[in-house]
């Protein structure tokens, strides 16, 4: 056995060890219970020695049995060390020891003599560990922003790390801040002109840029290349260097606090990457059919309809949910535009919300909820579209 | 024959294109030109607006003469600044009616009262009024009168048309806006978002290219920053990282990591003591770049993965036959297949995040040492209201970005030369 690659068996693992209790640790501290310690150099100690005796054992014992062991004499030390926690807090530890035994199961003696063991030992743990880490670390502002839109001010005021929530309580209670925010501060009227806006922006958008890409991509017409390559440029560049000169002369035009001059703004910024999706995409439909088509004697109108736009379902539909997103999530536009409640999208009204110091955060919470389900359920839902209108959109971001 | 029939396809073409054409033209293209000559005024956010000559009709009734009533507006020339010229007024009036001693400015005219006021001076205002008398003596509908509003017109100068130029504004941004530090900001945000966001983007691309349990679920969660709407997400970040309720400080002080709660937002240095020496960490900057980087890996890693799924098995095969360790095949067959994608990733995010606002104005709004140059596009033309000065900061922006997309493509076009 290769002492260099027991050592890193019996630190890694056992540091795995430590950050998936500190991860149980957190989330139950936000439970409510109190946690002083996360005991770092007694975890450690318990992992190596859990470590160590299942190389000691090897295959003698079931794995089943192995494993459950370790975890009823690690839950007892560490129920002995932090006291009279609920008992849920304690099924938990033994779940991740069940879990983390079996991962240990497959090291034996032999193994960890193989060629590049330690470096084998290093990549599995670290795939764990990414697992574990990239997870908690991305949906944990998610997991908050839901939970704070069910406390009270109050109740954030005592204890800001008591994220349980009371569901034994009045449902209309629970739900405060979103009956608020929809009675009191009109996001139902929100909602419905951010829905107009962005599926207004992806009907626009398409009704331009089909024609458009189908031209590019199929007809031979002068400057054909200086066009295909000016609309990756344009596309390059950013909304904030074309506030200014929108902003005047939407002023002067009256075009401000109008949800018909956001639409006008969008549906140009979403253009260029339309045209770009859309054309690759009609490139690879076979010619032939055209050609069948014009011996029918059909015109380019007919062509789009009948031939291409039945084809190309898929590469619309993503476009069209990528389209969808953008508007949805736009910002910086609503914000120069829109100076009246009355015409707010949801993400301008989130943001006025926010501007009053005294506004409630788990209002502002609420609010952040209901703009970002629909378009994570959208994505969710949708997400084979959607992730290959990701990867051709995403020169932008 | 085939002459006209190519002609007819370009036409199509044009007819195709021309919509499309002409939106972008005007929205984006006219824009970026719009910037230039607006960089060279001297122009504020309250010049922007139109002049426009306005009256407030107020209606009265006159005492014990019931088929009289007094007619009171009130002009006013909405700008501060400019005069209007040539100001036109036209009302209505119910018929029976007809005005006594009417102003000499006005004529009356088949129910319609028209006036010829002439020029008005900035902030110029005056009481004008009108008394109407039914010529049957019979009562005066007040409320018919009310309904009627008057029409008013002129001509002022477009502070945006004229052709007074001047470098002032130029002039200001590199040597009154503290131009090196902006300029050093945005480079770090840049940079370093970029440089983060590639190497968790590789990290996770390694990490959901191997099988596991759930794995496409982990693929899905993965995209969640990057799908969110950023509004929601600044905040709960900011949620996150108050000083005295956020979650992160009271987790961090309950567990004795820090002895006092962290400002991650608001504070400009962090001093760390490394080894005798003191290192000052731009705090504020670093906490937004880490959001950066939250918000933007999942986009390098759809890229490398996409790329990493194309890498044929055999490669690892024959590297496995070779006695190959993991971290040689990652060295050896996984690096090099994905370094020209990391280098496309690179320029394409490079520019992405030099041109970023939202993240940084929701986050900090661009206090505390996090100012960069689109936070100050933004802060010149609409916290300061200098129009002219907001428009030439974006002019900088637009050359610098012509001179990374110039890299970029002649690096491209070597790269295909190259293959």
Redesign the interface.
């Known amino acids: 056995m290769k002492i260099k690659s027991l050592i890193l068996y019996c630190l890694i693992s056992s540091i795995f060890l430590f950050s998936l209790v500190s991860i149980w640790k957190v989330l139950s501290t936000l439970q409510g219970i109190e946690l002083k310690n996360l005991n770092f150099v007694i975890i450690l100690t318990l992992g190596i020695a859990i470590s160590l005796i299942n190389l000691i054992i090897g295959d003698k014992f079931h794995k089943a049995l192995k494993s459950i062991i370790f975890a009823i004499l690690f839950t007892f030390v560490d129920g002995y060390l932090v006291q009279l926690m609920p008992i849920w807090y304690n099924v938990g530890i033994f779940g991740i020891l069940i879990f983390y035994s079996f991962k240990i199961d497959k090291y034996n003696q032999k193994n960890l003599d193989l060629d590049h063991s330690s470096q084998t030992v290093l990549f599995e743990f670290l795939t764990l560990f990414g697992i574990v880490l990239f997870s908690f670390v991305i949906l944990f502002p998610f997991y908050m922003m839901i939970v704070t839109s069910f406390k009270t001010q109050a109740a954030l005021l005592i204890n800001p790390l008591d994220f349980s929530i009371n569901f034994a309580q009045d449902i209309k209670e629970l739900f405060k801040s979103y009956f608020v925010i929809f009675d009191t501060y009109k996001f139902g009227r929100y909602i419905l002109i951010s829905t107009f806006v962005s599926v207004g922006t992806v009907i626009i958008t398409l009704i331009f840029a089909i024609p458009a890409a189908y031209a590019v991509a199929r007809l031979n017409f002068f400057g054909k290349n200086f066009l295909s390559t000016s609309i990756l440029i344009i596309y390059m560049f950013p909304a904030i260097v074309l506030v200014i000169p929108l902003y005047t002369v939407f002023s002067q035009l009256g075009l401000r606090n109008n949800v018909g001059g956001l639409l006008i703004v969008y549906t140009a910024t979403t253009l260029p990457v339309a045209i770009y999706m859309l054309q690759g995409y009609f490139k690879s439909i076979p010619k032939e059919l055209e050609e069948a088509a014009i011996m029918d004697k059909l015109n380019w109108f007919g062509i789009i309809i009948k031939i291409i736009l039945p084809l190309s379902i898929p590469a619309i539909s993503s476009v069209a949910l990528y389209v969808f997103m953008i508007a949805w999530n736009e910002f910086l536009f609503s914000l120069m535009f829109l100076d009246n409640p009355n015409s707010f999208t949801l993400s301008r009204a989130i943001q006025y919300l926010s501007g009053d110091a005294e506004t409630p955060r788990q209002y502002l919470m609420a609010g952040s909820v209901v703009v970002t389900i629909p378009v994570l359920f959208i994505f969710v839902y949708f997400e084979k579209y959607l992730v290959s209108g990701l990867t051709a959109g995403s020169v932008k971001g | 024959m085939s002459d006209t029939l190519?002609k007819i396809?370009?036409r199509?073409?044009?007819i195709?294109?021309l919509?499309?054409?002409i939106?972008?033209f005007?929205?984006?293209?006219?824009?970026?030109f719009?910037?230039v000559w607006?960089s060279f005024k001297e122009?504020g956010l309250k010049d922007?607006?139109?002049p426009e000559p306005r009256a407030k009709k107020i209606v009265k009734s006159i005492k014990d003469s019931s088929d009289e009533i007094k007619i009171i507006y009130k002009l006013r020339n909405s700008s501060l600044i400019l005069d209007i010229r040539d100001v036109k007024f036209q009302d209505k009036t119910p018929k029976n009616v007809e005005p006594l001693n009417l102003d000499e400015r006005c004529q009356f005219k088949s129910n319609i009262i028209n006036c010829n006021f002439g020029n008005w001076k900035a902030k110029y205002k005056e009481n004008f009024q009108i008394i109407l008398k039914n010529k049957e003596g019979k009562k005066i509908n007040k409320k018919e009168i009310k309904s009627f509003k008057p029409k008013l017109s002129g001509k002022s100068d477009?502070i945006?048309l004229n052709t007074n130029f001047t470098l002032k504004n130029f002039k200001k941004v590199f040597f009154q806006n503290e131009f090196f530090d902006l300029l050093m900001t945005t480079f770090y945000y840049t940079f370093f978002g970029t440089i983060g966001s590639i190497v968790f983007g590789i990290?996770?691309a390694?990490?959901v290219n191997?099988k596991?349990f759930g794995r496409t679920f982990?693929r899905?969660?993965?995209?969640?920053?990057?799908?969110?709407?950023?509004?929601?997400?600044a905040?709960?970040?900011e949620?996150?990282l108050d000083p005295y309720?956020?979650?992160l400080n009271?987790?961090l002080l309950?567990?004795?990591v820090i002895q006092e709660p962290l400002n991650l937002l608001g504070q400009k240095y962090l001093t760390i003591n490394f080894f005798g020496f003191d290192l000052k960490l731009r705090l504020a900057l670093t906490t937004v770049i880490i959001f950066e980087i939250?918000r933007?890996f999942p986009?390098a890693f759809?890229?490398i993965l996409?790329r990493l799924q194309a890498v044929p098995k055999e490669l690892y095969e024959a590297a496995d036959v070779d006695?190959?360790?993991?971290?040689?095949k990652f060295k050896s067959i996984t690096l090099p297949q994905i370094t020209a994608v990391i280098s496309i990733l690179f320029m394409?995010?490079f520019?992405?995040n030099f041109?970023k606002?939202?993240d940084i104005f929701?986050l900090t709004g661009g206090a505390s040492g996090t100012r960069t140059l689109?936070i100050n596009?933004?802060e010149q033309?609409?916290t300061i209201s200098d129009?002219g000065m907001?428009?030439a900061v974006?002019i900088v922006?637009?050359l610098l970005?012509l001179m990374f997309?110039f890299i970029y493509f002649r690096l491209l076009g070597r790269r295909a030369d190259e293959n």
Do not use: C, D, H
């Open positions: 190519s396809e370009k199509t073409a044009y195709l294109l919509p499309a054409v939106l972008v005007s929205i984006i293209l006219f824009p970026i719009a910037n607006i122009v922007i607006r139109i477009n945006l990290l996770a390694q990490l191997q596991f982990m899905s969660i993965l995209l969640f920053p990057y799908v969110g709407p950023v509004v929601a997400l905040y709960t970040w949620l996150l309720s956020g979650t009271n987790l309950n567990f004795q939250w933007y986009l759809l890229f996409a006695g190959a360790g993991p971290l040689q394409i995010r520019i992405w041109n606002f939202e929701l689109p596009v933004y033309g609409f129009i907001g428009s974006s922006i637009v970005l997309m």
